[in-house]
C-alpha cells in the first residue's frame, strides 16, 4: 500500500518536472493573476505548492526509513522517491541532511550482495544528485561520515556499485569546486589508478575512472598535480575502447592547469588514434586535437 | 610548437583531406588552419608541400559543401595569412585547374568563394585579381 502511494508520488513528480513549470509561463502571458491586499502573488503554481510539502513530505518519508529493520525493498523505493524529488526540486532537502546522511550511512556500509546491491546503486544515484544539488555548507560537516563509506564502496567488486560510487565522487568534487587538503581525494586518487591499471576492470567501472580524473584534475588540481602523472599513462592507452579518454582529455586540456609536457604527450597520443582503423569516435579525436593545439600555444607563451 | 610533433601529426592530417570522408575532411582542414594561426612559420612549409594540391582538388568538388566548405575556406584564410606571398599563386592555381575537368566534377561557384576568400585575407591583390576576371565578363547591347 505504501509503495504504490510513493509510486503515485514518483510519477506526480515527473509530472510536475515537465508540465509544472508551464503553469508559470502562461500566467506570464497576459492572463491577469489574482492578488492578495498586500500585493503578493496569491496564484499557486504546481513548484510553489510542491515546494512547501517538501519539508513535511521528507520528514514523513526519512522517518520511516531510517528504522534498520525497513526491509530492502521499501528503503530502495523511498530512495527512488527522494531522487526524483531532487530532479524537480534541486536543493529542495537541505533541511535534512543529518537524516540523509545517516540512513545513506548505515545503508553503504553494509557490503553488497546480490540481493542489497540495487539498493546500493539506488542510494548512491541519490547521493550524487544530492551532493551535485546542494550548496557545500549544507553537508560540509557531514562529509567525515560519508566519505569513508563511499570510499568503500569505490573498491566493491560490483561494478555497478563501483561506478556509482565513482560518479557520487565526481559530483562531490563538482560541487566542492576548488577542493583543497581533504583527505579522501588522496584515497579517490588511489582507488582510480588501481582501476585504471587492472586490464580486466569492468568498461563501466573504467570509463567512470578516467572521469574521476578528469574530475581531479579540473576540481583538485592542487593534489594531482604534486603527482607522478601515471595516472594519464592508463588513461590514454593506445588499445581498447578510447571514447571516454578523449572526451576526459578534452575535458581536462580545455578547464584544467597542465604542463607542456602533458600537452606534448596528449598530442602524440591522439595522433596516434587517427591512425587506428575505423571512423568511430575519430571527429571527436580532431575536436580534441584542435583543444590541445590550442592550449599548446598558450603552454608556450606562459613559460 | 614542438617540430617533431608537427612532424608526425601533418602526415596523418594529410591522409584525411580527400573526399572518402567529408565530414573528418572537415575536421582535418580545421586543424590545418588552426596549425597555420598557431604556428605560422613551422607549419606553412609543410603543408604547402603536402597539402595544398589536394585541396586545391577538394575545393572545386561538388561534394565540397556547407561546413566543409567553411573549413575549407577558413584553410585559404589562414593560408594566406601565414605567408600573404602565396595569394596570388593560390588564385592562380585554383582558376587554372577548373575549367581543365569534365562538367559536373567541378563547383564553380566554390571556386569562386575560395578566390573571394584569398582576396579578403589579402587585400592588396584585390585590383589585379578584378582587372583579370573582370575581362572575362561580356557586355550583351540591349535589344
Redesign the interface.
Known amino acids: 500500500m505504501r509503495l504504490e502511494v510513493w509510486a503515485t508520488y514518483v510519477t506526480l513528480l515527473t509530472q510536475t518536472r515537465l508540465y509544472g513549470a508551464g503553469s508559470q509561463s502562461r500566467d506570464s502571458v497576459g492572463v491577469k493573476r489574482k492578488r492578495t491586499p498586500d500585493g503578493s502573488d496569491s496564484e499557486e503554481t504546481a513548484y510553489s505548492l510542491l515546494q512547501s510539502q517538501v519539508p513535511a513530505l521528507a520528514k514523513a518519508l526519512l522517518n520511516q526509513l531510517k528504522s534498520p529493520r525497513t526491509p530492502s525493498g521499501t528503503l530502495q523505493a523511498g530512495f527512488g522517491l527522494l531522487h526524483t524529488l531532487l530532479q524537480v526540486l534541486p536543493g529542495s532537502l537541505s533541511g535534512q541532511t543529518g537524516l540523509i546522511v545517516s540512513i545513506s550511512k548505515t545503508i553503504l556500509s553494509q557490503p553488497p550482495s546480490t540481493s542489497n546491491s540495487t539498493l546500493h546503486i539506488s542510494c548512491l544515484q541519490f547521493t550524487s544528485s544530492f551532493f551535485a544539488s546542494h550548496p557545500p555548507p549544507t553537508f560540509a560537516n557531514s562529509l567525515p561520515v560519508l566519505t569513508p563509506v563511499l570510499v568503500k564502496n569505490l573498491g566493491e567488486k560490483h561494478p555497478r556499485v563501483a561506478s556509482e560510487a565513482f560518479k557520487a565522487f565526481s559530483a562531490l568534487l563538482g560541487t566542492l569546486k576548488p577542493v583543497k587538503s581533504q583527505d579522501w581525494v588522496e584515497l579517490v586518487y588511489q582507488e582510480a589508478i588501481a582501476r585504471l591499471g587492472n586490464h580486466v576492470t569492468d568498461a563501466e567501472v573504467r570509463s567512470c575512472a578516467e572521469d574521476i580524473i578528469g574530475d581531479l584534475w579540473i576540481n583538485a588540481s592542487d593534489t594531482v598535480q604534486a603527482k607522478d602523472g601515471q595516472e594519464w599513462e592508463h588513461v590514454c592507452r593506445a588499445t581498447g575502447r578510447t571514447e571516454g579518454a578523449v572526451k576526459v582529455v578534452t575535458r581536462v586540456a580545455r578547464e584544467a592547469d597542465v604542463t607542456e609536457q602533458w600537452v606534448n604527450g596528449c598530442v602524440d597520443w591522439a595522433t596516434k588514434l587517427l591512425t587506428k582503423n575505423g571512423r568511430t569516435g575519430k571527429a571527436e579525436v580532431f575536436e580534441c586535437l584542435s583543444v590541445l593545439l590550442s592550449r599548446c600555444v598558450l603552454c608556450i607563451v606562459q613559460l | ?2 617540430a617533431d ?1 608537427l612532424r ?2 601533418i602526415p ?2 594529410k ?2 583531406v580527400s573526399t572518402t ?1 567529408i ?2 575532411q572537415s ?2 582542414l ?2 590545418f588552419a ?2 597555420l594561426q ?2 605560422p612559420k613551422s607549419t606553412f612549409p609543410e603543408v604547402e608541400r603536402e597539402v595544398l594540391t589536394d585541396v586545391y582538388g577538394i575545393s572545386c568538388s561538388p561534394l565540397t559543401s556547407g561546413a566543409a566548405l567553411d573549413s575549407v575556406l577558413a584553410f585559404f584564410a589562414a593560408l594566406v595569412e601565414a605567408d600573404f606571398q602565396i595569394a596570388t599563386h593560390v588564385v592562380s592555381s585554383l582558376t587554372r585547374n577548373a575549367p581543365e575537368k569534365p562538367k559536373g566534377d567541378v563547383s564553380f561557384p566554390n571556386v569562386a568563394k575560395c578566390v573571394a576568400q584569398v582576396v579578403k585575407s589579402h587585400q592588396v591583390i584585390a585590383a589585379g585579381v578584378i582587372a583579370e576576371f573582370s575581362k572575362n565578363l561580356k557586355v550583351f547591347p540591349c535589344q
Do not use: R
Open positions: 610548437m614542438p610533433l608526425i601529426l596523418q592530417l591522409s584525411y570522408d565530414s573528418l575536421h582535418a580545421s586543424l588552426l596549425l598557431l604556428s
